[in-house]
């Protein structure tokens, strides 16, 4: 893990100067799973906490030695498996034809991928999403990606947790994003992990979800040309994402 999380900031300056940006904050890595080892549980606030350690160890690096020099982008992408890809690249920078948005209600930005991804396409994109009347949990609605890489970005909104049918709308944020995609002609999409930031929606959980949902979607729809990017920044995500991969 510690190998995973150095080149993952090493080789994305922007996410290296996040975390030089969080000063002597003391960095916890919370989940609902027990999984006590790489986290805290929130509930009970036990854990070891190793990868908070692993970030506030790497953040010195960076104070004392610098952020090194970003290498190539070109193996960040690995894949097929079954039609499927997991990237751990910044979403922004995606050569996708679309990236998918994990939007608020209101489509008019927030924090965690939501923000950044406005930020990256610029004003021109608030402005448009501010004429699409907000979008329900599960839902789907598609704009340009203007300043990004991306000719589209679709916006969803997943479901919070604990909600009710939080895993029947999560699926359905999924769904509805790839089915939009094939209605616009569209052939290669990248996802972000959907609802497991502010919406805390339980990692594992999610994963499970996203990757059962693409899989069935592309086995259901295989006469259509879909290539779909599995977007991992956080390492946890990146590890259980590529384990649901190899189960298939």
Not at 59 to 66: Q, S
Request: hydrophobic letters at 35%; proline letters at 4%.
């Amino acid at each position: 893990m510690e190998q995973v999380v150095y080149a993952k900031f090493t080789q994305n300056p922007t996410l290296a100067q996040d975390l030089l940006d969080t000063g002597d904050k003391n960095l916890k890595e919370g989940n609902y799973w027990k999984d006590v080892y790489w986290g805290v549980d929130i509930r009970t606030g036990e854990g070891e906490n190793n990868l908070g350690k692993i970030l506030m160890a790497l953040r010195n690096d960076f104070r004392k030695n610098g952020i090194p020099e970003a290498e190539s982008h070109g193996d960040f992408l690995k894949g097929p498996f079954e039609g499927m890809y997991i990237s751990d690249r910044d979403i922004t920078l995606s050569d996708c034809e679309c990236i998918v948005n994990a939007a608020d209600k209101s489509l008019l930005g927030g924090s965690g991928v939501d923000g950044a991804i406005l930020r990256a396409a610029g004003p021109e994109l608030r402005e448009e999403c501010s004429k699409l009347g907000g979008c329900r949990v599960g839902e789907a609605k598609i704009t340009g990606g203007y300043r990004l890489k991306a000719e589209y970005v679709i916006h969803t909104v997943g479901p919070k947790y604990p909600t009710e049918n939080c895993q029947d709308n999560l699926a359905k944020s999924y769904i509805n994003s790839l089915n939009l995609a094939k209605k616009h002609g569209i052939h290669s999409i990248e996802f972000p992990s959907i609802s497991t930031g502010k919406f805390s929606y339980p990692k594992k959980e999610a994963c499970k979800t996203a990757v059962k949902t693409v899989y069935n979607w592309l086995r259901e729809n295989k006469d259509y040309d879909m290539k779909v990017v599995f977007c991992c920044v956080d390492p946890k995500i990146f590890e259980l994402i590529y384990k649901e991969l190899n189960s298939i």
